[in-house]
Each structure stands twice: as structure tokens, then as C-alpha cells.
């Protein structure tokens, strides 16, 4: 198999870190549901229709309008979306952008500076340079030098963001910001409130597993999630979360890697070393009001690892199931805030 159909499949088994278990309800209507392909992966909108003038096509066309937005926004594989002409423009000046991108950039430096920089939207031309990135090339592991010199261009402090008018700024000509750790949880939270504002009730909506519900199917038991052992090349049902007006979003280092000399490199990158991560931390799930700060917090707990990450998430209360590889399985641990159950 060439590297290249490796990380076609790499990228496909990426795009769902959760198994999601959603079956007909036995004694009420079984869930309406719309699906479809965004930001490289699938989406699924579900939900229980509050009355027969409930319009499946108007929500479809509605759904469909608002990622393409998105995606015309905040993607880095479409070469004139907002984000990929502010990562070609020159530093110094303002950048007008829409709303939700500086709202989502704006989000995204608050969770830089509350983690120190584990989690940085700036680390961009680290990602391009493991070929982690739009511009794929065949795997090989970058050269001491290559990485310090694209870490002179990464760093929070270097990208400035204003809500009012919207706008960017970059102080490093090579700055690039790339959203994949934030973007498909707000996509979940936007296609969240266009199912609520149509009148549902009951819902769930999930892009490439990051997933948010609300209110419980018509036979009145919740939604329910499965999180997978994280086993490459396999799929397995770790633990089944129940959720209703909540999100959850899951990072792992299982699915999109690529392998020199027996070596596995994560797609997930330390921006304060410039290299994917080393640690024994498979996965992070993540349970959380909204889903952009379940999708940012998992990425950031992936990158602090397993004590460091524990440590931070029960500092700032968040419930959070870790899955540390250990040589009979994986070790499962959950901060306080955590729905705790017994194994």
C-alpha cells in the first residue's frame, strides 16, 4: 500500500474518535435524521420532530448553508476561505474577517492563555511541516533545524485578534492559523441552535464525532454515546456516556499517525517542542456545555499528557475520562466531574 492511501485511511478512521449509539426508540417515533460530508469528514443531525409542520427540507438546506459558511471561513484546505487569505496576507496590518472567525479566534487565544500555550492555534507550520496538514507529501521526519525554524513562527503572542470591527493581525509574515482543534465543535454548536430555533427539543448533532445533544428521545431515555478503546485498527466500545444538554468531544492519537522505522508520529503536535507527542496518553474525552471548548479542552489535555493534563483538568473543574495505554489495555481515569460508574 503506498503512504499516501496509508493517510487517506489514516484520515478517514480519524474522523470518528466516538461510536455513536442511536437507535429507534421501542416505544415512541424514531429520530429524524439528515447526513452528510464537511471539514473532510461526516456529519449526522438527529432529532425528534415537535409536530408534522416540522420542515425536514428547510432544516437540510439551512444545515448545509451554515457549513459551507463555515468551512468558507475557517478552512484551511480551501485556498480563498477567510482563514487560508489571512494565513497568505503579510504581517502588520488588520485583517477584516467575519464575526464567527474572530469569535472562534478569539476563543481559541482564551484557552491558549489559561493552558500556557498548550493549546495554540498558531501551530500551523508545524502541522504542514510533519505533512499533517492540506498539502500532503510523503511522510518523513523534519530535521532539527526545520522544526526550530518553524517555531519562530508559531506562538499566541504573535497572532492579535479584534471583535469589533472584526478583524486579525499577525506580527510574523509566516504565521498560520489553523482551527482543525476548535472548528468542528463549533460547527456541533451552530448546527446545534439551527435545530433548536427550527423548534426541536430533542436533538443530537455530530461532525466527525465531536457531538452535542439535548433534551431525551420519545421514549424519554437519554442519548447515548459511546466512547471507543483507542486501538488502532479496530473499533471497540470503551465506555457509554449518557447525554442530554451537553457536549462531548474526543482527541486521540490513534487513528491519524504515520509510522518511519517502526516509529509512530501523532497528527497531534506539542507547539512548545515542535514535535508530535510522546507521552502514553491514547485519548481525552470531554464533557462540556458547549462543544468548540470540548473539542479545544480535549486537543489541550492531549498535549499536557497524562499527569500534567489530570492535573489541569481537575484545576479548572472540567469532567474529563482520560485512557492512558498500559500494558494490559487501557488505564481508564476521570477527574471528579466526571458521570462516575462502576468498570
Same mark, same amino acid.
Given at each position: 500500500m503506498t503512504s499516501a492511501a496509508k493517510r487517506l485511511i489514516a484520515l478517514a478512521r480519524a474522523a470518528c474518535l466516538l461510536l455513536l449509539v442511536v437507535g429507534c426508540t421501542p416505544n415512541g417515533s424514531a429520530p429524524v435524521e439528515l447526513t452528510g460530508r464537511t471539514m473532510g469528514t461526516t456529519y449526522s443531525v438527529k432529532w425528534i420532530a415537535p409536530g408534522d409542520d416540522f420542515s425536514t427540507k428547510s432544516l437540510q438546506k439551512q444545515v448545509d448553508q451554515r457549513l459551507v459558511e463555515i468551512n468558507q471561513q475557517m478552512s484551511t484546505y480551501i485556498p480563498d476561505s477567510e482563514l487560508s487569505r489571512f494565513n497568505q496576507s503579510p504581517a502588520g496590518d !488588520?485583517? /477584516?474577517?467575519?464575526q464567527a472567525l474572530a469569535d472562534v479566534v478569539s476563543r481559541a487565544k482564551e484557552i491558549s492563555q489559561q493552558s500556557d500555550g498548550a493549546f495554540d492555534v498558531?501551530? +500551523? /507550520? &508545524? %502541522?504542514? #511541516? !510533519?505533512n499533517f496538514g492540506p498539502d500532503h507529501h510523503p511522510e518523513e521526519i523534519p530535521s532539527d533545524a526545520a522544526i526550530a525554524e518553524a517555531l519562530a513562527n508559531v +506562538?499566541?503572542?504573535? &497572532?492579535? %485578534?479584534?471583535l469589533d470591527p472584526p478583524a486579525l493581525k499577525k506580527s510574523h509574515d509566516k504565521l498560520y492559523v489553523d #482551527?482543525?482543534?476548535? $472548528?468542528?465543535g463549533y460547527g456541533v454548536d451552530q &448546527? $446545534?441552535? &439551527?435545530? $433548536?430555533? $427550527?423548534?426541536?427539543?430533542s436533538y443530537m448533532v455530530e461532525i466527525g464525532g465531536e457531538v452535542r445533544a439535548a433534551g431525551r428521545k420519545s421514549d424519554g431515555s437519554p442519548w447515548r454515546i459511546a466512547i471507543e478503546k483507542p486501538i488502532p485498527g479496530a473499533r471497540a466500545i470503551q465506555e457509554i456516556v449518557e447525554l442530554s444538554n451537553q457536549s462531548l468531544a474526543t482527541s486521540g492519537d490513534y487513528r491519524?499517525? @504515520?509510522e518511519v522505522d517502526g516509529e509512530t508520529f501523532s497528527h497531534t503536535i506539542d507547539p512548545q517542542t515542535g514535535r508530535p507527542l510522546g507521552h502514553q496518553l491514547a485519548s481525552v474525552s470531554v464533557l462540556h456545555s458547549d462543544c468548540a471548548a470540548a473539542d479545544a479542552f480535549a486537543t489541550t489535555l492531549m498535549v499536557l499528557g497524562p499527569e500534567r493534563g489530570y492535573n489541569w483538568a481537575e484545576q479548572n473543574k472540567l469532567a474529563? #475520562? @482520560?485512557l492512558i495505554r498500559g500494558a494490559d489495555g487501557p488505564v481508564v481515569r476521570r477527574t471528579s466531574q466526571w458521570p462516575q460508574?462502576?468498570?
Amino acid at each position: 500500500m503506498t503512504s499516501a492511501a496509508k493517510r487517506l485511511i489514516a484520515l478517514a478512521r480519524a474522523a470518528c474518535l466516538l461510536l455513536l449509539v442511536v437507535g429507534c426508540t421501542p416505544n415512541g417515533s424514531a429520530p429524524v435524521e439528515l447526513t452528510g460530508r464537511t471539514m473532510g469528514t461526516t456529519y449526522s443531525v438527529k432529532w425528534i420532530a415537535p409536530g408534522d409542520d416540522f420542515s425536514t427540507k428547510s432544516l437540510q438546506k439551512q444545515v448545509d448553508q451554515r457549513l459551507v459558511e463555515i468551512n468558507q471561513q475557517m478552512s484551511t484546505y480551501i485556498p480563498d476561505s477567510e482563514l487560508s487569505r489571512f494565513n497568505q496576507s503579510p504581517a502588520g496590518d !488588520w485583517f /477584516p474577517v467575519s464575526q464567527a472567525l474572530a469569535d472562534v479566534v478569539s476563543r481559541a487565544k482564551e484557552i491558549s492563555q489559561q493552558s500556557d500555550g498548550a493549546f495554540d492555534v498558531t501551530v +500551523g /507550520p &508545524l %502541522v504542514n #511541516l !510533519w505533512n499533517f496538514g492540506p498539502d500532503h507529501h510523503p511522510e518523513e521526519i523534519p530535521s532539527d533545524a526545520a522544526i526550530a525554524e518553524a517555531l519562530a513562527n508559531v +506562538g499566541d503572542s504573535k &497572532l492579535q %485578534v479584534r471583535l469589533d470591527p472584526p478583524a486579525l493581525k499577525k506580527s510574523h509574515d509566516k504565521l498560520y492559523v489553523d #482551527l482543525s482543534a476548535i $472548528a468542528k465543535g463549533y460547527g456541533v454548536d451552530q &448546527l $446545534a441552535q &439551527l435545530v $433548536a430555533d $427550527a423548534g426541536a427539543k430533542s436533538y443530537m448533532v455530530e461532525i466527525g464525532g465531536e457531538v452535542r445533544a439535548a433534551g431525551r428521545k420519545s421514549d424519554g431515555s437519554p442519548w447515548r454515546i459511546a466512547i471507543e478503546k483507542p486501538i488502532p485498527g479496530a473499533r471497540a466500545i470503551q465506555e457509554i456516556v449518557e447525554l442530554s444538554n451537553q457536549s462531548l468531544a474526543t482527541s486521540g492519537d490513534y487513528r491519524n499517525f @504515520f509510522e518511519v522505522d517502526g516509529e509512530t508520529f501523532s497528527h497531534t503536535i506539542d507547539p512548545q517542542t515542535g514535535r508530535p507527542l510522546g507521552h502514553q496518553l491514547a485519548s481525552v474525552s470531554v464533557l462540556h456545555s458547549d462543544c468548540a471548548a470540548a473539542d479545544a479542552f480535549a486537543t489541550t489535555l492531549m498535549v499536557l499528557g497524562p499527569e500534567r493534563g489530570y492535573n489541569w483538568a481537575e484545576q479548572n473543574k472540567l469532567a474529563v #475520562l @482520560f485512557l492512558i495505554r498500559g500494558a494490559d489495555g487501557p488505564v481508564v481515569r476521570r477527574t471528579s466531574q466526571w458521570p462516575q460508574r462502576g468498570e
